[in-house]
C-alpha cells in the first residue's frame, strides 16, 4: 500500500502533468536514528513515478559520503532538489501534511526554473551577493508553515548563494532545541535572524539584506 491514497495520488499526477522541464531530487536515508526514512523514501518512489520528467536519485547518508558533502547533508531523511541548474532547495524530514504541498509545488517551479513571484523581487532577490542560510522549522499540521518554507526555496531557486532548507521540527528535536523553536514557522537566516511567522517575500528580502550592513 502506498503513502498516498488513491484521491491524492490522482490529483498530485494531475498537477505534475504540468510540469514544464526536468526535475532532479536526490534522497538521503540513514539506517541510524532515522524514524521516517521508510516514509519518505516511499514518497519520493510514488511522486518520481507519476511523470518521466521527474529523475530520482537516492544515497545512504552512510555511506555515500562524497555525495552527502557534495550536497552538505549532515541529516536524515533529507531531498535535494534542482531543474537545469543546480540550486540548494532542499527537505529535512518527511514533507507530510500540509507541506506536502509544497513538495509538490516546489516541483513544479524547479521544473520552470523560476517561483512565481513578480519580476522586481525576483531581481532584487538575484542580487544578493553574500552567503545566505535560511532553516525554516515546520510541523505537518501547520497551516501558515508552507507559505515560509515557499519563501525559503524560492530565494534558492532563484539565487545560488542561497540556500533553502525545511526542518521538521519534530524529526529533528535537537535543532529545534538549539534555535529554541518554541512555535512555527519560525526561520532562522545565518545564526542571525529570527523570524516566528509566516512573512511576505519583500519583507523577509529587506530583513535578509540588512544582515550585510
Not at 519518505?40 to 555515500?64: G, P, R
Not at 527537505?91 to 507530510?96: M, Q
Not at 501547520?142 to 519534530?170: Q, R, W
Amino acid at each position: 500500500m502506498g503513502i498516498l491514497d488513491d484521491n491524492t495520488k490522482n490529483k498530485t499526477q494531475e498537477t505534475l502533468s504540468k510540469m514544464e522541464g526536468q526535475v532532479t531530487i536526490i534522497f538521503f536515508k540513514s539506517k541510524n536514528n532515522c524514524d521516517y526514512c521508510d516514509q519518505t523514501e516511499q514518497l519520493v518512489d510514488e511522486i518520481a513515478s507519476m511523470n518521466q520528467k521527474i529523475n530520482l536519485e537516492k544515497y545512504d547518508l552512510d555511506t555515500d559520503k562524497q555525495k552527502a558533502d557534495e550536497y552538505n547533508v549532515e541529516r536524515a531523511p533529507a531531498i535535494v532538489m534542482f531543474g537545469t541548474e543546480k540550486r540548494k532547495v532542499r527537505f529535512f524530514g518527511i514533507p507530510s501534511g500540509y507541506e506536502f504541498s509544497t513538495f509538490i509545488s516546489d516541483i513544479l517551479d524547479v521544473a520552470r526554473g523560476y517561483p512565481k513571484i513578480s519580476p522586481e523581487l525576483i531581481e532584487k532577490i538575484k542580487k544578493i551577493d553574500f552567503p545566505v542560510h535560511m532553516q525554516v522549522f515546520v510541523t505537518p499540521n501547520c497551516p501558515y508553515c508552507p507559505g515560509a518554507v515557499k519563501v525559503a526555496h524560492d530565494f534558492a531557486l532563484i539565487n545560488p548563494n542561497i540556500t533553502g532548507d525545511m526542518v521538521e521540527a519534530s524529526e529533528f528535536q535537537d535543532l529545534a532545541e538549539k534555535y529554541e523553536v518554541m512555535g512555527v514557522p519560525k526561520t532562522i537566516v545565518n545564526e542571525k535572524l529570527e523570524l516566528t511567522g509566516a512573512y511576505p517575500t519583500d519583507i523577509v528580502l529587506k530583513k535578509i539584506l540588512e544582515l550585510k550592513q
